[in-house]
């Protein structure tokens, strides 16, 4: 069996059974089951992204899982479709944190139809041509499929004039509305507009979080 979550520094002791670590989720159960070539481990989902995924990418981890879960249920996703999503993001280990690639094969299982994905971590990421965190390939006969999974998965353009941009790089490299406004040579009522566009467009309350997606988007 693999180290309980409750042992000295569980992922260390379990990535050094095994450089191919896979495990499976089964979406009803809420359960996620980790296994390599020594045994197997039963996990809560929630007690697994808490314990192994870093705070900063947890919340974007789990979206994508469950969003490639309900993609697999609703297309009726098979084996012989050849989906498969690469990710690059942070696993714990030791004390901290390690880069890690991990592939994921989401499927729907006929037998008990549920959807089920099929998960496998590579811990040397410096042997991999992979260009972005997060890449997806599905068979190419099935063109409005990736369509779709492009839609649900890859950082859309943020709905913004480069104006707007300016606006909001000019309202975070300024200590007030007035200094933001005398920067852009704009009147501060102007600039209020525009601030209020940006955060409808954006569908948030304050400017603060505009100012956080778009440089989250890496365009600030």
């Not at 933001?180 to 507009?193: G, M, N, P, S, V």
Request: hydrophobic share 40%; proline share 4%; with cysteine.
């Amino acid at each position: 069996m693999l180290p309980a979550l409750n042992q000295a520094n569980p992922a260390t002791l379990w990535l050094e059974k095994s450089l191919l670590v896979s495990y499976s989720l089964n979406s009803s159960k809420k359960q996620i089951i980790l296994y390599n070539k020594e045994g197997y481990e039963v996990m809560d989902t929630g007690q697994f992204y808490n314990f192994f995924f870093h705070p900063a990418e947890r919340s974007r981890l789990v979206s994508i899982e469950h969003t490639l879960l309900d993609f697999a249920r609703n297309y009726t996703l098979k084996k012989k479709d050849h989906l498969n999503v690469s990710l690059i993001h942070q696993w714990r280990h030791e004390s901290g944190y390690m880069k890690v690639l991990r592939f994921i094969y989401p499927i729907l299982n006929s037998y008990v139809k549920e959807c089920e994905g099929y998960y496998g971590f590579c811990l040397d990421i410096t042997s991999h041509s992979i260009q972005n965190d997060i890449t997806f390939q599905i068979n190419p006969h099935l063109p409005e499929l990736q369509h779709r999974l492009a839609q649900l998965l890859l950082p859309q353009p943020l709905p913004l004039t480069a104006r707007q941009v300016e606006v909001l790089r000019a309202i975070t490299k300024e200590e007030t509305v007035e200094a933001a406004a005398q920067y852009l040579l704009i009147e501060t009522r102007t600039l209020e507009k525009h601030l209020q566009n940006i955060r409808k467009k954006l569908n948030v309350k304050r400017t603060l979080d505009a100012a956080l997606i778009c440089k989250t988007a890496g365009i600030l």
